[in-house]
């Protein structure tokens, strides 16, 4: 995958006919395993030929060629997903048999294809890695943290304040962590240290 990732910001829709079959993708923002499989029961035409699928969520990913020869349909609808660098997104291919076989080569082709497509012309945002950090700051350096910490795209979750200072808990891009580790040893002389608590993204 990309070291840039996208997600959907709309629905996307994009049909094809590829040799008398019609072919239609449709690709959607998700973030759960079962938004997926909602998504696929709202979005599956049973009168269709084939309803091919593939979705990726972080490192976890699935698909399915429904039917159609092994390896000629969902693979190559989440090699379209994974060549773009989109994350969080489930793409349905269906299709509707127009009477001409394509061959194992033509439908890796269309599937691939109609996916990257659908893609292609969807609105996207970039994803973006961000840390959940927490750290102890005396009274005396907050106001100055706080402007800080504006500047480096940091939003405050909670404060928790004692009698000499306050534990602070933000969220950050990673990209900027360093930024915030320097700032805090500069502000407390080297006594502050930043914990990481968790991993997420933000789009």
Known sequence: MSSV???LTTSATLAQEIR??????????????DATIKYLKH????AASHNCWAWRIGQRYR???????AGTAGKPILQAIDGQGIDNVIVVVTRWFGGIKLGAGGLVRAYCGCAAECLRQAQKAELIEAA????????SVLPALHARL?????????????DAGATVRVNLPTSRLAELRSLL????????????????VLD
């Open 5 to 7: 990732r996208y997600a």
């Open 20 to 33: 008398k079959s019609k072919f239609v993708a449709n690709a959607v923002n998700v973030v759960s395993e």
């Open 43 to 46: 979005i599956a035409d049973p």
């Open 63 to 69: 698909f399915s060629d429904d039917g159609e020869p």
């Open 132 to 139: 959940l950090v927490e750290f102890a700051a005396e009274f």
């Open 150 to 162: 504006r500047t480096l795209g940091a939003t405050v979750v909670a404060e928790d304040f004692a």
């Open 185 to 200: 040893a500069d502000l407390t002389r080297g006594r502050g240290k930043v914990h990481l608590l968790d991993h997420a």
